[in-house]
């Protein structure tokens, strides 16, 4: 596809999109003031965020209705415009990261966790443990927020590393590789998810593309710079997860099997990228088969079977009683507040620059521009990356700036550009990032060994990521 010309399209369809959906409100500026509106109003968010510490919610909250205002919205027409973007991100996103948070907590407490990673070292010998570590980091992100997965993986890397006598670097690394690529690349993670909303992609095509993309980031990105890093950092193993009791090691009588565990894990993925086959081979087809794959794919049921089938399958292989289970479920939702806060609020700014016509001219100004559209996808997120130190917010903030851009773009075309932001939100973790002071702190390096490790990582599959969506724009 000609991107140039499918921006100009779009930029004249998302015109009138807005034209039409947001004539009640939309303001009579000029495209300097929106523009100003809008470079003043993200400023706001990063300074609130970085250096007045606010919450992202908050900061993002207090942006939105600034942009609106500055742009020319009256002051209530803004608030409505932010709560309108904010109920429908959650009515698409918050069901889906509920069911991600209950999945991931049951997959922890039933030992089925453990079971995937005593399962595959165990079949591992020393020289091939990084890839396994690497495939570990990978299966543990594909259902679990990076926060949960960071948590649940560091004991392992911790007991790995004084098993097999390896350095800590060389075992770390390429696992919080596959954690990461998985979080910023992979929906149903929070980032890609709101990208997908956002922009209007096809599920399953991103995650298919998703999956395509990861696998070669994470073996750059994690066995293969690990070799580079273990020589730049030499640090001792913790004296963490010393006795049977810190380690966890006999935390369950029984366990799920490993083939149970990983069933669970693939189910939503399979049933997705089914229904996208499906619909790729008979667009618009009636046949039985058909709807089924259609309803059995839909993102909130696939991922709502995955909750039940751990809430049967995990808690009988893992021995927990039903009180056991309603606790598990329970106490998955309250550390996801937060995010869910986030995705909303970011989807509420996304609505108010749509709202203003923002978007439009972005896209206007972009269509006239020879840079590549994913070039600049991924360049945005990374900028607000850096200055906020959140994947999240990099990501949700960048996918409404360019939703007018992606507005009639092929759908592979639209997957691509939301792995470009998923990437570019990876781009430079440094001090404002929570992730670089959990990494530093568990692994008790320095601040400058974490930038030698943790950073340069990051910065690795953010770049490597781009390439690989790049090149795929090139091939299909």
């Not at 907590?105 to 966790?113: E, V, Y």
């Not at 980091?137 to 948590?151: C, S, T």
């Not at 086959?277 to 993102?299: E, K, V, Y």
């Not at 639209?414 to 702190?441: P, R």
Request: glycine share 10%.
């Amino acid at each position: 596809m000609n991107l140039a010309l499918a921006v100009q399209t779009a930029t004249q369809s998302a015109a009138q999109l807005v034209v039409h959906a947001a004539d009640p409100i939309k303001p009579a500026s000029s495209d300097a003031q929106l523009i100003i509106a809008a470079v003043v109003g993200i400023a706001v968010i990063i300074t609130l965020i970085t250096w007045l510490r606010v919450h992202p919610f908050l900061a993002l909250a207090i942006g939105a209705v600034g942009v609106g205002v500055g742009a020319g919205l009256a002051p209530s027409a803004a608030v409505t415009s932010f709560s309108t973007g904010f109920g429908a991100t959650m009515a698409s996103v918050g069901i889906l990261v509920g069911f991600g948070a209950m999945f991931g907590k049951l997959l922890a407490d039933s030992g089925g966790a453990d079971r995937i990673v005593d399962s595959l070292v165990s079949r591992s010998t020393t020289r091939t443990l990084p890839w396994v570590m690497a495939l570990i980091g990978g299966l543990i992100g594909l259902p679990m927020f990076f926060e949960v997965g960071l948590v649940l993986l560091i004991p392992v890397i911790i007991l790995v590393a004084r098993r097999s006598g390896l350095s800590l670097i060389r075992i770390a690394i390429p696992a919080l590789a596959g954690l990461s690529v998985m979080h910023g690349l992979v929906p149903p993670h929070p980032g890609p998810l709101v990208a997908v909303t956002t922009l209007g992609a096809n599920l399953g095509l991103t995650l298919a593309i998703g999956v395509l993309i990861a696998i070669p980031t994470v073996i750059i990105a994690g066995p293969v710079f690990s070799k580079f890093a273990a020589r730049w950092v030499d640090v001792p193993v913790p004296a963490l997860f010393l006795t049977t009791a810190d380690t966890g090691e006999v935390t369950h009588t029984k366990r799920p099997s490993f083939f149970v565990t990983l069933c669970g894990i693939l189910l939503p993925v399979v049933l997705m990228l089914a229904r996208s086959i499906a619909d790729a081979l008979a667009p618009g087809s009636t046949a039985p088969l058909n709807a089924a794959l259609d309803f059995l794919g839909t993102p909130m049921i696939a991922l709502g079977l995955a909750v039940i089938y751990a809430m049967i399958f995990f808690a009988r292989g893992g021995g927990m009683t039903r009180a056991a289970v309603s606790t598990s479920l329970s106490n998955s939702l309250p550390p996801i507040a937060g995010i869910l806060l986030i995705v909303g609020a970011g989807g509420g700014f996304k609505q108010v620059l749509i709202d203003t016509g923002i978007g439009t001219v972005i896209a206007n100004a972009v269509a006239g521009s020879s840079v590549s559209i994913l070039l600049l996808a991924w360049f945005v997120a990374a900028l607000i990356r850096v200055a906020t130190g959140s994947a999240t917010v990099a990501t949700v903030t960048a996918a409404g700036i360019l939703a007018p851009v992606a507005a009639t773009l092929g759908a592979t075309d639209v997957s691509l550009m939301v792995l470009a932001i998923g990437a570019g939100s990876l781009f430079l973790s440094h001090v404002n990032d929570a992730g670089f002071w959990l990494v530093k702190e568990y692994l008790g390096t320095t601040v400058g060994q974490t930038l030698k490790t943790w950073t340069i990582m990051e910065c690795l599959i953010s770049v490597t990521g781009l390439a690989g969506v790049l090149l795929l724009n090139i091939v299909i």
